[in-house]
């Protein structure tokens, strides 16, 4: 979340004086981009996984099903797509298939069909299709999670394009918000734009629109995936951490070592309540092992 996207939501808190010593605005928005950094990750942690589009390089073992298909359940979910699959006796005689190949059921269950394979498999010196039953070495690379990034350059009205820090995630089609306060919109990226290799670094891209802009957009503005509610629950932990008391001596909650650890159950309007709010909301999207 973007510090103008967490200014403009009606939190009605003084956002001037984070940064003491400075009176620079920018100083006091960088300060407030620290904390919904803090925030995010801690929305991370209480999810178990990275909530933000992310490349997962996951490696276990597998059996084969009776219809000759690899069934592995995601460590991260939802996942968005699979970029490629390897899999053989030993880990390091690895057979690739084309990921193209692979079924992604309800957001978390990677299907690899591989039953009617006729040509050599060189994962274990075999040849013809796997074992049913058989337990073999498997590695899968893909995308999950909801795409989070931000524009790194603007936008003019009626753009066909955009261009932003990380498309890691962004599909042909699919369709993405612009959280500019004022200026929100929905876009859909064109069904003919081909995302680019994922790279580490990840490189600023233009991404293709099926239908260009309807407002003017400047860099640094959000561009998500992500469910309004995950965004919420983000927000709510923010504010929670900006209503912390200023000394011990006004703290409601001296005995804890993690004093937002205790919100939770403190019925006293401290921010208790935006916090369970916060954990509530993530819960549902909570990593299942």
Same mark, same amino acid.
């Given at each position: 979340?973007?510090?103008?996207?967490?200014? =403009?939501?009606?939190?009605?808190?003084?956002?001037?004086?984070?940064?003491?010593?400075?009176?620079?605005?920018?100083?006091?928005?960088?300060?407030?981009?620290?904390?919904?950094?803090?925030?995010?990750?801690?929305? &991370?942690?209480?999810?178990?996984?990275?909530?933000?589009?992310?490349?997962?390089?996951?490696? @276990?073992?597998?059996?084969?099903?009776?219809?000759?298909? $690899?069934?592995?359940?995601?460590?991260?979910?939802?996942?968005?797509?699979? $970029?490629?699959?390897?899999?053989?006796?030993?880990?390091?005689?690895?057979?690739?298939? &084309?990921?193209?190949? =692979?079924?992604?059921?309800?957001?978390?269950?990677?299907?690899?069909?591989?039953?009617? *394979?006729?040509?050599?498999?060189?994962?274990?010196?075999?040849?013809?299709?796997?074992?049913?039953?058989?337990?073999?070495?498997?590695?899968?690379?893909?995308?999950? @999670?909801?795409?989070? !990034?931000?524009?790194?350059?603007? =936008?003019?009205?009626?753009?066909? !394009?955009?261009?932003?820090?990380?498309?890691?995630?962004?599909?042909?089609?699919?369709?993405?918000?612009?959280?500019?306060?004022?200026?929100?919109?929905?876009?859909?990226?064109?069904?003919?734009? !081909?995302?680019?290799?994922?790279?580490?670094?990840?490189?600023?891209?233009?991404?293709?629109?099926?239908?260009?802009?309807?407002?003017?957009?400047?860099?640094?503005?959000?561009?998500?995936?992500?469910?309004?509610?995950?965004?919420?629950?983000? !927000?709510?932990?923010?504010?929670? *951490?900006?209503?912390?008391?200023?000394?011990?001596?006004?703290?409601?909650?001296?005995?804890?070592?993690?004093?937002?650890?205790?919100?939770?159950?403190?019925?006293?309007?401290?921010?208790?309540?935006?916090?369970?709010? =916060?954990?509530?909301? $993530?819960?549902?999207?909570?990593?299942?092992?």
């Amino acid at each position: 979340m973007s510090a103008a996207s967490f200014k =403009a939501h009606p939190t009605y808190l003084d956002l001037d004086d984070l940064r003491s010593g400075s009176n620079l605005d920018s100083d006091q928005t960088a300060e407030l981009v620290n904390l919904l950094l803090m925030a995010s990750d801690w929305a &991370d942690n209480r999810a178990g996984q990275n909530l933000g589009a992310h490349v997962v390089t996951q490696r @276990c073992r597998a059996r084969f099903g009776r219809d000759g298909s $690899l069934k592995v359940h995601a460590d991260n979910t939802p996942v968005i797509s699979v $970029l490629s699959v390897g899999y053989g006796y030993t880990p390091t005689a690895l057979t690739t298939v &084309d990921a193209s190949s =692979a079924w992604v059921e309800d957001g978390s269950q990677i299907v690899i069909p591989l039953g009617g *394979a006729t040509g050599p498999w060189s994962g274990s010196l075999q040849f013809g299709s796997p074992v049913g039953g058989g337990e073999v070495y498997v590695q899968l690379v893909y995308v999950a @999670c909801w795409v989070a !990034t931000a524009l790194s350059q603007n =936008a003019a009205v009626s753009a066909n !394009t955009l261009t932003v820090a990380d498309p890691t995630g962004i599909v042909p089609g699919g369709s993405y918000r612009i959280w500019d306060p004022g200026y929100e919109e929905d876009v859909t990226v064109s069904a003919t734009w !081909t995302p680019p290799a994922a790279s580490v670094p990840v490189v600023p891209t233009a991404v293709t629109l099926a239908a260009p802009t309807v407002y003017a957009h400047a860099a640094g503005h959000d561009v998500s995936g992500m469910p309004s509610d995950m965004r919420l629950a983000v !927000t709510n932990y923010a504010v929670s *951490a900006l209503m912390r008391p200023d000394t011990a001596s006004e703290d409601s909650y001296p005995d804890t070592a993690l004093s937002s650890g205790t919100r939770q159950k403190d019925p006293r309007r401290d921010g208790s309540g935006l916090v369970k709010e =916060a954990e509530r909301i $993530l819960s549902r999207y909570s990593r299942v092992r």
